[in-house]
Nanobody, 115 residues
Framework: QVQLVESGGGLVQAGGSLRVSCAAS????????MGWYRQAPGKQRELVAT???????NTADSVKGRFTISRDNAKNTVYLQMNNLKPEDTAVYYC?????????WGQGTQVTVSS
């Protein structure tokens, strides 16, 4: 279906910032809600944030006030700005997008926060 390619992950010190991006390709129709999930080793996957095509956002309590989701509809790209990162934010971050074709997933990008 829709191909999602993530970038921007890496290693950062606690208190630092990182911005991850997810670009959709092969899209000939409108993409609706886009969002970010994350999964740490041995833990459940959790929803981090979502954003509608119109820009309405929702963020998990664990990241509220620190993470900001945004999107550029012209580029079919969604972003996650992560500030004041904590070691517990360490996880693989996955991009997701919904459309008439269903749910699409990115390959994931590793975010590691060191103490």
């Amino acid at each position: 279906q829709v191909q999602l390619v993530e970038s921007g992950g890496g290693l950062v010190q606690a208190g630092g910032s990182l911005r991850v991006s997810c670009a959709a390709s092969g899209v000939f129709f409108s993409i609706g809600v886009m969002g970010w999930y994350r999964q740490a080793p041995g833990k459940q996957r959790e929803l981090v944030a979502t954003i509608t095509r119109g820009g309405t956002t929702n963020t998990a309590d664990s990241v509220k006030g620190r993470f900001t989701i945004s999107r550029d509809n012209a580029k079919n790209t969604v972003y996650l700005q992560m500030n004041n990162l904590k070691p517990e934010d360490t996880a693989v971050y996955y991009c997701a997008a919904d459309s008439i074709r269903g749910r699409s997933w990115g390959q994931g990008t590793q975010v590691t926060v060191s103490s």
